[in-house]
Nanobody, 123 residues
Framework: QVHLVESGGGTVQAGGSLRLSCVASGDAVKTYAMGWFRQAPGKEREHVGVISWNGGFTYYGDFVKGRFTVSRENADNTVILQMNSLAPEDTAVYYC????????????????WGQGTQVTVSS
């Protein structure tokens, strides 16, 4: 079983930055793909950015447009989402996910999820 805990959410003004962290339990997760997804009220959960087990491959949602970066530190079982140039439409609950396979953008194929952290961007 993999347990994921996110932190770093909050409220920020448009144009600002936030850094989300996700700590995963268990050494097995070092070989898992990890990713960030988000869900705004009334919308489906969508892919933000995912990273392969060794950090060698990343894949971002189209809306990211170079503003966000996903990275991981396997020594600490941690995955980071650095978000810059935030806009009000980025307001959502952000979730960390892990999976043995690299399932890219489909959240339905990811096995393990954190509880989520709220990000609110004010205009």
């Amino acid at each position: 079983q993999v347990h994921l805990v996110e932190s770093g959410g909050g409220t920020v003004q448009a144009g600002g930055s936030l850094r989300l962290s996700c700590v995963a339990s268990g050494d097995a997760v070092k070989t898992y793909a990890m990713g960030w997804f988000r869900q705004a009220p009334g919308k489906e959960r969508e892919h933000v950015g995912v990273i392969s087990w060794n950090g060698g491959f990343t894949y971002y949602g189209d809306f990211v447009k170079g503003r966000f970066t996903v990275s991981r530190e396997n020594a600490d079982n941690t995955v980071i989402l650095q978000m810059n140039s935030l806009a009000p439409e980025d307001t959502a609950v952000y979730y960390c996910a892990a999976n043995e396979g690299f399932e890219l953008a489909d959240p339905n194929l990811w096995a393990y999820w954190g509880q989520g952290t709220q990000v609110t961007v004010s205009s």
